[in-house]
């Protein structure tokens, strides 16, 4: 094993949060006629077996760059790995990546020329993806589909919306994705409650924002940890989470949680979110809690880790977060989730809610890679039925049992590992999927991450009528557009971020709206709304 660091590992407690279930959408769109080099496999001679196991009848080895998050151990000592070698007769250098590092690490790899065989969990972008598609670094996978990908290939029949998704602007495929079908950790931004802090204020769980200020406001006073202390937060998260949250109760992001600033308005027109009358009054409800101390003062820059520590010191009252472990294990049983959309003035009630198309760039082999058949054999196996469940579960009667009712259950030497392993850290020593962006299908019969917990699930379960109708993943912008919209995008974030923080904290008072939005059109709004408008007519075709 080849490691990439040498930054000490996070601390046990706070790194938790990681396995419990990060998910970054990075899909896209339908193809356009832009082309790409063509990017063809470099196999000198493939020893490939077109089904069955072994894959390869003489022993090779491949080596790939895989993201690792704090808790996981070297992938080589990761039970799953060891067996599927026996299957396969492929072994693997590992390159763990380090998760905090991984951006920055793959970057340095790619602009290095010593490429490893592919990479695994490294969190490519749609836009890195088109980049170096383009450049003819990454193996277009198309031509490889039908003989040697039969389980990718029927998970994209059943997931169409992942197909259009992860094709790049000449058409192609270029990487295996992240598939994520279950419910709850497309429901990124759920809103959960301290019981014991409702039961000791009487207060109920809110319906609509009106009643969440209210909720709020009874439970400022509540000294959870008992310290006598004033510690205690009403509302914590970061505050994209808040403002996600609660974007559905004003209309807004009726295309999904990937797209945070452009959508669909009621009259069918393509509606910029952060200069639009609905942003500003979700802004505006923002600011007073606010100014009365009900939001944490940190969210405008909060971590997980940071929510995680918070949580465990018993100072928060509600927060928002995908999943109610963030909490801590002192407390997290103690939160239940709302069970309903909170409704907005106009009656809005809608919950924002990602794409199947998680990460589209899990998996990509490189120009580098000798055993293209070989690489794509062994990587298809984790879109099938066993591959999901080996993936996920492990071995059954080992990591796994199946109950009566036939769900899939973790035996205690995970749930309660005699050695007084935390969950995320059992897990990891048999099975690899702690910390997103894994290659394969995360479903409600296998996946067990923190989402689908019994408090996280039930929570989701009472938005699910609410979820969002329409979802678009992460566009692909043609090669002809791709580095305008990312050079537009980052100065209209940067700039949405920027106000924002100013207009909830007081800095910039609300009389001056008409002036930040103006500053859009020096930004460039025209350009990247135009490109925006192009990209989703050619996706929804």
Known sequence: MKRISSKKVLSVL???????GMFSGCGQAAASSSAHPVSSSTSSSSSANTEGFPISDEKITLRIAVMQTAIQPDFNEVEMFKKYEEMTNIHIEWEMIPQEFVAERRNIIMASGELPDAFMRCGFSTTDIENYATQGMFVKLDDYMDQYAPNFKAALEEYPDVDSGIRMSDGSIYSFPYIVSALSPRVSCKLFFNTKALEGT????PTTTDELYDTLKGLASYDLNGNGEPDEIPLSGSI?????LL???????TRGASHPYVDVDTN?????IPASEEYKEVLEYVAKLYSEGLIDS????????ELAAKGEEGRVLAFSAINHSFMGQTYQNDYVGLDTALEGHGGEKTVPTAS???ATGAFAITKANKHVEETIRWIDYFYSEEGMQKYFMGEEGVTFEVASDGSYQYLPIINENPNGLSFEQAVSLYVPWAGGCNPTVANDKYFQGAAMKTISL???NALAPYATKTIWPTFTFSEEYNQTMATLSTDIGTYVKEMRAQFITGKKPFSEWEDYVREFEKIGLEEYMNIYKETAARYEA
Do not use: P, Y
């Open 14 to 20: 706070l790194s938790a949060v990681f396995a419990a």
């Open 202 to 205: 009487n207060q109920k769980l």
């Open 240 to 244: 994209e989470a808040i403002i996600e």
């Open 247 to 253: 974007n559905g109760a004003w209309g807004l992001q």
């Open 268 to 272: 069918g027109d393509l509606r910029f």
């Open 298 to 305: 940190d969210a405008f820059t909060i971590k997980n880790t």
């Open 356 to 358: 199947t198309l998680n």
């Open 458 to 460: 039930k929570a989701a």
